[in-house]
C-alpha cells in the first residue's frame, strides 16, 4: 500500500522525466577548429549535433565562428557569431511545434596558466540571444553571461585527461541559467587534431540530464597554405 501510494504522488515527477528526456543518456556530436591566418589572428570554427538519445532523436544543431585575437600565447580575446536551431520536445519521431532559431553574438576572453603539469584555462563569455519561436509568434532578446574553468593533465605524449565546469548566469530573470561538469580522456592523433570521448553533466533548476560527447579538434595553421600557394 505505501508503494503504490508513493507511485502515484510521485507520477507527475516521473511523467515529467520521461516527457523531457530526463532519464535517456543523449550524446553532443562535436567539431572544434582554430585556424590561424596571421601571426595574431585566427578563425573559431565550430559545430555541434545535439541528440536527446545517443543515436537518435533530434535536440539541438549548434554552429559557431569567430575571430580571435592572440593577444599573447596565454591571453585570446574572440568576437563572434552562433547560429543554434532547438528541438524542446522529446519526441522520437515529427514534432507537432516548430523548433526555436537563435542568432547569437558573443563576446569571449580567454586566460592560460600552468602550475607543473595542470594546465588552466579561464574563458568569460558573454552572449546577446535573439531567439525565434514560431509558435508563440515572438522573438524574444536574451542577455547571459558563461565561466568556464577547464583543466587539462597530460598523461603521455599522445594521451591526456581534461576536466571543466562552466556556470551560466542569465542576466535577466532568475540569474542561475545552468551548469555543465565534464570530464574526457583525449588523444592527440597528430601535432593538428586531437579526440576527446567524455562524459558531461548539464544540470538546469528543475531538471539534470547525461551527455555522452564525441569532440575531434582540428587546428590547422593556414598561413603554410598561404605561403605555399604564393610559391
Do not use: C
Not at 69 to 88: K, M, V
Not at 204 to 209: D, K
Amino acid at each position: 500500500m505505501k508503494k503504490l501510494l508513493l507511485t502515484i504522488l510521485l507520477f507527475p515527477y516521473l511523467l515529467m522525466a520521461q516527457e523531457n528526456g530526463e532519464d535517456k543518456f543523449g550524446a553532443w556530436y562535436m567539431y572544434f577548429g582554430t585556424n590561424k591566418i596571421s601571426e595574431k589572428l585566427s578563425i573559431h570554427t565550430e559545430a555541434q549535433f545535439r541528440y536527446y538519445e545517443t543515436l537518435s532523436n533530434f535536440n539541438q544543431l549548434l554552429l559557431r565562428t569567430g575571430l580571435n585575437y592572440h593577444l599573447s600565447p596565454s591571453a585570446i580575446a574572440t568576437f563572434g557569431y552562433g547560429y543554434i536551431d532547438t528541438d524542446p520536445t522529446f519526441s522520437d519521431g515529427a514534432s507537432t511545434t516548430d523548433n526555436l532559431k537563435e542568432h547569437r553574438i558573443f563576446q569571449q576572453f580567454i586566460l592560460k596558466n600552468q602550475v607543473g603539469k595542470f594546465k588552466f584555462e579561464h574563458r568569460y563569455r558573454l552572449e546577446q540571444r535573439f531567439i525565434e519561436n514560431k509558435d508563440l509568434s515572438t522573438n524574444d532578446t536574451q542577455h547571459r553571461a558563461r565561466y568556464r574553468l577547464q583543466l587539462t593533465l597530460p598523461l603521455t605524449e599522445a594521451m591526456f585527461l581534461n576536466f571543466y565546469d562552466e556556470v551560466f548566469l542569465n542576466l535577466q530573470d532568475s540569474v542561475f541559467g545552468q551548469n555543465r561538469l565534464y570530464g574526457a580522456v583525449g588523444f592527440h592523433l597528430n601535432s593538428k587534431t586531437s579526440l576527446q570521448l567524455g562524459y558531461l553533466k548539464n544540470h538546469f533548476s528543475a531538471t539534470n540530464f547525461d551527455r555522452i560527447q564525441i569532440g575531434i579538434f582540428y587546428n590547422p595553421d593556414l598561413r603554410k597554405r598561404n605561403e605555399k600557394n604564393q610559391l
